[in-house]
């Protein structure tokens, strides 16, 4: 199978070519582990899986494409509605899990739960889905509604993870090293399926903890900016990864005090990268090339992009003009399933995804990604104002720990701009008078309020409806 390419290669001949916590499998057993799970789900359209961080949800995963089937990564911690929403939507027949999986849920009459044992093992007999064929059915977080499907062939995770494999140098030599969720396109495809692409080893750490990631002295490291903000408060531990070769960031921005100070710890200026679940990774950085703190670098191979205005006008790349972010490429989905009145509205005729996402390209390519239109292009006193801007501005005082800026409704100015901060030892009039000398005066907040803390979902983003 094209998708498991890697899985032949001298690197995966190892015992620990896979290893989740202090559990290893090589590429042969899990090959013979998966087949297996091929035979029992053989037959099945959709098989749900229950994506905890473990062995049994890789054997699973990778059985169930073995078998032909599409895989519906189901979240550990989704409540019983979100849950029952998926596996109902998808249209899952059968339901695989490991030993520590728990449905918490009533499920669907007709489902067939199956538990993954890897004392089980069989000779391989893969299919050969084509590139069109779907992989996975991701489902979005539901910050909008209720999540929303997202249909992934085989074709389009290839073509993703090849482009990644180009613009990182990602090779079989190397050892990714991350403690992700194994239900997000950053953990899941990128994570593990993408060693098993490219054909190099993957240590998996559980959970994303700081001392984890030092003591695994791999050469790759994909982490949050939360991760990345966690390692940085123990400069002993960040020194330990001076010996890799390369670290990304991604599924939410990095703030700029934080790219400065992992620079200065490690060595190391982080790669960062854009991406969605309904497009995988389409701007990054290279390692080849030059990593700017703010911005998550220009198109991989075969994506093209277009910032456009409210009226769908292309705007000119002077990085000033700010838009909603354009993309197409052959890493795209094919659309949301059962809602194709919604996919029809994203996605043209002609390839190009509506993101949701408020851009700035400079003249040389780069893009800078500065909010969700929804919540975080902020429409001020006639001024359109990127929320983005405003909370690196923030972050660049000493005393600011997170912060997150939205507009709120004004009648005066149709929004004002509000930041939530989490910080200690400063005023909310000094933050303003702050922001104010480092960005346009009409660009600084008109309110701060300061919290404990600012509502995250499992990938590090900011909540902002919450707010």
């Not at 895989?71 to 027949?93: C, F, K, M, N, Y």
């Not at 194994?182 to 190099?200: A, E």
């Not at 890493?331 to 996605?347: C, H, K, R």
């Not at 909010?371 to 292009?377: A, F, Q, V």
Request: charge should be negative.
């Amino acid at each position: 199978m094209r998708l498991l390419t890697g899985l032949t290669g001298p690197a995966m001949d190892r015992p620990d070519a896979i290893r989740i916590g202090d559990d290893m499998l090589s590429a042969e057993r899990l090959l013979s582990c998966a087949a297996a799970v091929a035979d029992e789900v053989r037959g099945a359209q959709v098989v749900a899986v229950h994506a905890t961080p473990s062995l049994e949800t890789v054997v699973a995963m990778v059985g169930t494409l073995l078998a032909g089937a599409a895989v519906v990564p189901l979240p550990p911690d989704s409540g019983p509605a979100e849950t029952q929403h998926i596996l109902r939507d998808s249209g899952a027949t059968m339901l695989l899990s490991g030993p520590r999986a728990e449905a918490g849920a009533e499920l669907p009459a007709a489902l067939e739960v199956t538990p993954v044992d890897l004392r089980n093992t069989a000779a391989a007999k893969t299919a050969e889905p084509g590139p069109a064929e779907p992989a996975m059915i991701m489902y979005t977080s539901g910050t909008t509604g209720a999540p929303k499907g997202v249909v992934l062939s085989h074709g389009a995770i290839e073509a993703g993870l090849d482009a990644l494999a180009e613009a990182w140098a990602w090779t079989p030599d190397d050892l990714l090293v991350h403690g992700l969720p194994l239900f997000h396109v950053h953990g899941l495809l990128l994570g593990v399926f993408g060693p098993l692409r490219v054909g190099s080893r993957l240590q998996h750490t559980v959970r994303p903890k700081p001392e984890l990631y030092a003591a695994a002295h791999g050469s790759l490291y994909f982490g949050v900016p939360t991760v990345w903000s966690r390692i940085c408060t123990s400069p002993d531990l960040a020194a330990e990864l001076a010996g890799a070769r390369l670290l990304v960031s991604g599924s939410a921005a990095l703030p700029v005090p934080v790219f400065a100070r992992l620079a200065e710890l490690t060595g190391h200026r982080p790669v960062e990268r854009y991406g969605m679940t309904e497009t995988l990774i389409t701007l990054s950085s290279r390692a080849d090339g030059e990593r700017r703190p703010g911005q998550v670098g220009s198109p991989v191979r075969g994506v093209a992009t277009r910032v456009v205005d409210d009226e769908g006008r292309d705007l000119p790349a002077d990085g000033e003009s700010i838009g909603e972010l354009l993309v197409r490429g052959p890493m795209l989905f094919d659309g949301y399933l059962n809602q194709p009145t919604l996919t029809a509205q994203l996605l043209d005729a002609d390839g190009w995804f509506r993101t949701g996402e408020i851009a700035v390209v400079g003249p040389d390519g780069w893009h800078r990604i500065v909010g969700r239109r929804s919540t975080d292009m902020i429409k001020s006193g006639g001024y359109r104002i990127g929320a983005g801007e405003v909370e690196d501005a923030l972050l660049a005082h000493p005393a600011v720990r997170e912060a997150a800026v939205l507009g709120r409704p004004h009648d005066d100015l149709g929004e004002q701009v509000t930041a939530y901060v989490v910080g200690d030892g400063v005023t909310a009039t000094e933050l303003i008078d702050f922001v104010a000398r480092t960005l346009s005066a009409h660009k600084r907040p008109r309110e701060i309020r300061f919290v404990e803390a600012l509502p995250r979902n499992a990938m590090g983003k900011v909540q902002k409806k919450l707010l």
